[in-house]
């Protein structure tokens, strides 16, 4: 059975002072857990894979802005009679890659107190959308209109430890704001008429119109409270999730195209409000994440060998079945339930949203270069510390004292030793 290891090494500077992350299940890491709805994730098997347990991220491991906001080592530790010397340390460094280099996850706006606010919040709220109404039939939610109001309540305390709000702009401006959010305005909203009226109300492309002016609106006045570096990601193949497909049947495709078609409209729509919003707000910077086309190609180059159906085993809403023991080969599936993906899924996104594989993943350019980016705002942080590049020569004795620790301790490689003797 697989066995993957996780390590972060100690950082030394984050590459920003802080990370703001707004969204839906995709990134809620227990913004839910309190609140009556049914889209919650706070039990097992959710979390089987996070250190912590269940803590209500909506799948077995970490999220995408978990493996953005920090700095992690990943031991491939899926070894077996095969296994070579060559390929074990293939395995070993398959994934070792600096993002924005924080500590610990990014909390979520439930819990979060004391100095920890000053390093960033997460408001990621489960069934939530751009829209106030969307995602109400599972019961609350934190819509992203709400997301940005407790950024403000964040904005006052932070003004309140800094002393003042010429430094907590400072400190605020500096910042990465990262907003992953439209996907259930079509699966809990739109394409679900016998619970929301919208699809009669609006045409497809009238839909997107309509969303996007309403997410201008809120990045804009986020942009009021010192949001400076944003990335706004758009909307995945959302005809290709599994409970999707369950809802309306594929007829022999491999997607349901006409929600694979809404969501087009709406990322085409949004990164024209990127490249407005650029020229409207001067002194700040957006850069588009193209999720959808991320999405294109083929999976199983990847290692993925189960694509249309997820790890655990569902209920009838799409979530798992509480206490259920999940797949064994996490890493195999694409997604975790019928709805969200499995945290090698997440990283692999994470991964190119940091740092583009294409130029078609983000425009103007990634994560890693919006973070580096000097927008001429007045900071006390030295280029070195901001850039990253001095921190990665720190952690080089860590990360190779967790590889000679793991490679001569960890009982499975030992066990494998015995057949590279023989």
């Not at 403000?152 to 907590?168: H, Y």
């Not at 699966?187 to 997410?215: G, I, Q, R, W």
Request: proline residues 4%; glycine residues 10%; charged residues 20%.
């Amino acid at each position: 059975m697989a066995s993957s290891s996780w390590y972060e090494v100690a950082a030394a500077d984050p590459q920003v002072p802080c990370f703001f992350i707004f969204g839906d299940s995709l990134n809620d890491c227990g913004n839910n857990n309190h609140i009556n709805t049914k889209a919650k994730a706070n039990y097992k098997p959710y979390g089987i894979d996070f250190p912590d347990g269940a803590t209500g991220r909506f799948t077995n491991g970490r999220t995408t802005v978990d493996f953005l906001g920090s700095y992690i080592l990943y031991l491939d530790l899926s070894l077996s009679t095969q296994t070579t010397l060559d390929s074990f340390f293939f395995n070993v460094f398959e994934f070792a890659a600096e993002h924005l280099g924080f500590d610990n996850p990014i909390p979520p706006f439930t819990t979060a107190k004391g100095e920890k606010i000053l390093q960033g919040i997460n408001y990621a709220s489960g069934s939530a959308g751009i829209l106030d109404e969307t995602g109400k039939h599972l019961g609350h939610n934190v819509a992203l209109g709400t997301q940005v109001q407790n950024h403000q309540i964040t904005l006052s305390r932070i003004v309140a430890r800094k002393g003042d709000n010429e430094t907590a702009a400072e400190h605020l401006n500096a910042c990465v704001y990262y907003m992953a959010i439209g996907s259930n305005d079509y699966l809990n909203n739109y394409f679900l008429p016998d619970h929301y009226k919208t699809s009669n109300e609006f045409s497809v492309e009238e839909f997107a119109t309509h969303l996007v002016s309403t997410y201008g609106d809120r990045i804009r006045t986020l942009y009021g409270y010192g949001a400076r570096k944003i990335a706004v990601v758009g909307v995945g193949k959302i005809g290709c999730v599994p409970r999707t497909m369950d809802l309306f049947g594929t007829n022999g495709t491999k997607c349901i195209q006409n929600v694979n078609l809404a969501a087009q409209y709406f990322n085409k729509q949004l990164k024209k409000l990127v490249v407005d919003l650029n020229k409207e707000l001067k002194d700040a910077k957006l850069i588009y994440i193209n999720s959808y086309g991320m999405g294109d190609g083929d999976p199983t180059i990847l290692g993925f060998k189960f694509i249309t159906r997820g790890c655990c085993n569902p209920r009838g809403d799409g979530q798992c079945v509480k206490d259920k023991v999940p797949c064994s080969s996490r890493r195999e599936y694409v997604f975790w339930d019928s709805f969200h993906p499995t945290e090698a899924s997440h990283r692999t996104f994470a991964d190119r949203t940091y740092k583009s594989l294409l130029p078609s993943d983000s425009d103007p350019f990634d994560l890693h270069s919006l973070a580096a980016l000097d927008l001429g705002i007045k900071s006390g942080r030295r280029a070195e510390e901001t850039s990253g590049s001095g921190r990665f020569k720190h952690r080089n004795v860590e990360f190779f004292m967790v590889i000679f620790c793991t490679f001569f301790l960890n009982r499975k490689i030992l066990d494998v030793l015995g057949f590279w003797k023989g």
